[in-house]
């Protein structure tokens, strides 16, 4: 079952912030945030595991909220190379091994 | 290391044509997965596995079969193509709690 993201596209000047939402009805074990450049193959940014972990690299980080199965990745002063398409995975918590699971993605477009 | 390589990149196919896409990955990954990209569909699984002997259906896996009998690969067969699977199919593997590799993709054109 995928999960729904939020919002479908985004477009942003350099510099201004964002925010992509991810959510699941199903109990997850964890969720991954990917983005893709266009012709490309999607390109790992990060993890967060079940325990409400938030996580940063450079401007880019996420949360976790775990009670709600919901995540949000937050991009601050963005740059054009930011632009592309973003998907999350998830995976369900384990009562045997289950898969990636991504949503349908946030097509985000910076511009100058 | 390679990662996780697909072959081929390209492929036009007739409609009930069968063929096999291949995928590979170096890294001693448990888990392989087969997924297609379709415009405003986002990643939609097909086929997984989470070990040598082990594969299960995804989302979509109606139309094609997989199999793993090494660790090391997982091939992705269509058995008599449509142009409904016209669409880039991406491979993936990962580790338990790690991040997904994906490989370049296959672009794949049914007439």
């Known amino acids: 079952q995928q999960p729904v993201q939020s919002p479908q596209a985004v477009i942003l000047r350099e510099g201004e912030d964002a925010v992509i939402n991810c959510s699941s009805s199903?109990?997850?074990?964890?969720v991954h945030w990917y983005r893709q450049k266009h012709g490309e193959a999607p390109v790992f940014l990060m993890i967060l595991l079940k325990g409400g972990e938030q996580k940063g690299h450079d401007k880019i980080s996420a949360s976790f909220n775990e009670k709600k199965q919901q995540s949000s990745l937050y991009l601050t002063a963005s740059q054009l190379s930011y632009s592309g398409t973003y998907f999350c995975g998830t995976e369900r918590v384990r009562s045997g091994n289950t898969p990636l699971v991504f949503g349908k993605g946030t097509r985000l477009s910076v511009i100058a | 290391n390679a990662g996780v390589t697909q072959t081929p990149k390209f492929q036009v196919l007739k409609t009930g044509q069968s063929m096999t896409l291949q995928c590979a990955q170096d890294m001693n990954h448990e888990y392989m997965s087969w997924y297609r990209q379709d415009p405003g569909m986002g990643l939609r699984l097909i086929h997984y596995?989470?070990?040598?002997?082990?594969?299960d259906q995804g989302e979509v896996p109606n139309g094609y079969n997989v199999s793993r009998s090494t660790t090391e690969d997982f091939p992705l067969r269509l058995l008599s193509a449509a142009p409904s699977q016209t669409s880039v199919y991406f491979c993936a593997s990962r580790s338990t709690g790690s991040e997904q590799y994906f490989g370049p993709g296959t672009r794949l054109t049914v007439t």
């Open positions: 596995s989470v070990g040598a002997g082990i594969t």
């Open positions: 199903k109990a997850l074990y964890s």
